[in-house]
């Protein structure tokens, strides 16, 4: 049996590493398989009482934001592109804000849309990221909303936002290998629904 990064091989499932957290020591050879190719993220639980998500999440500083798949009268998907990158509208909630509220408003703020509307739940995804010397753990939860394509797209540039644009299915299928492996399963979620 191969040992990746101190986990047995068989614990690797579809690209996913899944560990039995008994303390600290796990985690860490857990999270430094993160960086392999063949590793696409890492399933945390323990049977040993250990609260693996609090183990985890401990040293994060929390971000909660909210975010729109949004479709227009053809089916066709809102994406951006920010620093190069294809993405979805999203952002950060503002003090006591309403998760649905802040969704709305970061789509109309980075797209430029007046009239947008929830009509659903996707799932919600985190991630983590560093940013000014402090690591971060990102909740994101995602909405599917509608709009009308007849409106003046305008790409937010403050927020390093270059494009936006009306995609079609295939268009999407085509960018999921190039956009940020935390944004693959709401996407893959709303092409599941098409």
């Known amino acids: 049996m191969e040992i990746i990064d101190g986990v047995p091989e ?7 590493l899944t560990v039995n957290v008994r303390g600290p020591a796990d985690l860490e050879r857990a999270l430094k398989a993160l960086p392999r190719a063949e590793v696409l993220g890492v ?4 049977a040993h009482g ?3 998500w609090h183990l985890f ?10 975010g729109g798949l ?9 994406v951006i592109k920010r620093l190069g990158v294809w993405d979805l509208p999203k952002g950060k909630l503002d003090r006591d804000e309403e998760v649905e509220h802040a969704a709305v408003r970061e789509v109309q703020e ?5 009239h947008v509307r929830i009509v659903g739940e996707m799932p919600s995804t985190w991630h983590t990221y560093m940013r000014k010397g402090a690591d971060h753990l990102k909740r994101t939860d995602w909405f599917l909303m509608a709009s009308s394509a007849a409106e003046t797209l ?3 540039s403050e927020e390093d936002i270059e494009e936006v644009r009306w995609m079609t299915r295939s268009e999407v299928e085509l960018i999921l290998a190039e956009t940020y492996p935390s944004l693959r399963p709401v996407l893959e979620a709303w092409l599941e629904q098409r």
């Open 50 to 52: 250990v609260d693996a």
């Open 43 to 46: 399933r945390l639980f323990s």
């Open 154 to 156: 305008t790409p937010q």
């Open 110 to 114: 980075e797209c430029g849309l007046k």
């Open 70 to 78: 949004v479709q227009d009268e053809a089916g066709r998907l809102l």
């Open 57 to 66: 999440s401990a040293p994060y500083h929390f971000v909660h934001a909210a």
């Open 10 to 16: 068989r614990a690797v499932q579809e690209h996913w």
